[in-house]
């Protein structure tokens, strides 16, 4: 506080903080920043709880879209292989190299389980950031932003209404995440 221009003297006046003032001062500062000190103690044991919550229903929805994203490629995978038989037995001409390479791709597209396992992994990260030492808010916040950029992938790949109903969920608990980030120092 005393660095703060004009408050202890202002340029027209040229007063500065006399003796008196600035033992008053004083006696009041250690009393003022120990208050300080448990307010912000206390704000961080509330975050610190959200923060948890907030992991928490993270790593919730990952594994449900997980689940919706293995009952889609169970699905997926036996309609694809009716569509490819009822065109093989219609005697339709198929290169089989050439059906195995579309096959593949397609396969990738859709996959998310890699995304999936990046998510549990920036769970886990997070996890530890919460019980570490010292300032995480800078590593909290590039966390936030892995966790959004999967969330993202995943929304794009979903290819069923239920697994993008899952990532825009995840997507908004991320959201709110990085909200309350942005108070941790």
């Known amino acids: 506080l005393a660095t703060l221009p004009g408050l202890f003297a202002t340029p027209e006046s040229g007063e500065i903080l006399s003796d008196a003032r600035r033992a008053a001062l004083m006696a009041d500062a250690e009393r003022l920043v120990a208050a300080m000190r448990e307010a912000r103690q206390a704000e961080g044991k509330a975050l610190r709880t959200v923060i ?26 036996a309609l694809l292989r009716e569509r490819v038989e009822a065109l093989i037995g219609a005697g ?3 290169d089989e190299a050439r059906l195995a390479q579309e096959l593949a791709l397609i396969a990738v597209r859709i996959d998310v389980t890699e995304e999936l396992d990046r998510l549990q992994a920036h769970v886990a990260a997070a996890r530890a950031l919460m019980a570490a030492e010292g300032p995480v808010g800078r590593k909290f916040d590039f966390l ?10 995943l929304c794009s790949k979903a290819s069923s209404t239920e697994l993008t109903a899952a990532g825009l969920e995840l997507k908004s608990v991320i959201d709110q995440l990085r909200e309350q980030i942005q108070n941790v120092e």
């Open 92 to 94: 339709a001409p198929v």
């Open 52 to 77: 948890a919550a907030r992991i928490d229903e993270i790593e919730r929805l990952a594994g449900q879209a997980r689940e919706l994203a293995e009952a889609r490629a169970a699905r997926d995978g």
């Open 144 to 153: 936030a932003q892995e966790f959004n950029r999967e969330a993202n992938t």
